[in-house]
């Protein structure tokens, strides 16, 4: 049975070879990413808890090389 979007469970992914480390998604939501010392941005909570959800959504919305994924 499909999960609601209250049940779903957000867990991003960025795709370090599409991160051209334009810092957005560490200054949308540095809960969750976090840029690296080789300019990559990282996932730092692979598991957000679910008020992040949103913030995560936009920022994978927003990357400019589509380099954040979710999986639900
Ligand atoms: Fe990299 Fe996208 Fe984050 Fe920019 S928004 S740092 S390109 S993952």
Redesign the pocket.
């Known amino acids: 049975m499909p999960r609601t979007a209250e049940e779903a469970i957000v867990k991003p992914v ?1 795709d370090s070879d599409l ?8 200054e949308m939501c540095p809960e969750v ?1 976090a ?1 690296g010392e080789d300019g990559i ?1 990282r996932v730092i909570a692979a598991d957000p808890t679910p008020e992040l959800y949103g913030p995560v959504r936009d ?1 994978a919305d927003m ?3 589509e ?2 994924s979710i999986t639900e």
């Open positions: 960025v991160c051209i480390g334009c810092g957005l998604c560490e990413f840029m941005a920022c990357c400019p090389t380099a954040i």
